[in-house]
């Protein structure tokens, strides 16, 4: 499998931002789909946003999120960012990236399908 590590979680008060980025560790990569979900207590987890491919790719957000989080990818440094602004209480969860698709093992390509360890975000005043 592929280690994800993610950076960038927090306390903030409504009404603030911040920004969550997971970058996927190696080298040569083939995406599939790459996206972020949080789980509240005593919620399951759920989607929050993701892009799905290279190049030309579409990118799903949930209805709670929507014109508030923006997902961004950077292919040359293998990272996904969330940017999460007009942050509301109950957008506090741990939150989760997930990525799949190939990487290369030096002999062939190798399917993946990878969890990051998840980051805190809190929002309260």
């Known amino acids: 499998q592929v280690r994800l590590v993610e950076s960038g979680g927090g306390l903030v008060q409504p009404g603030g931002s911040l920004r969550l980025s997971c970058a996927a560790v190696?080298?040569?990569?083939?995406?599939?789909?790459r996206g972020w979900y949080r789980q509240a207590p005593g919620k399951e987890r759920e989607l929050v946003a993701a892009i799905s491919g290279r190049g030309y790719t579409s990118t799903n957000y949930a209805d709670p999120v929507k014109g508030r989080f923006t997902l961004s990818r950077d292919d040359a440094r293998n990272t996904i960012d969330l940017q999460m602004d007009s942050l509301k209480p109950e957008d506090t969860a741990v939150y989760f990236c997930k990525i799949n698709g190939k990487f290369w093992n030096g002999r062939g390509w190798n399917a993946f399908d990878s969890w990051g360890q998840g980051t805190q975000v809190t929002v309260s005043s």
């Open positions: 190696g080298r040569s990569f083939m995406f599939g789909s």
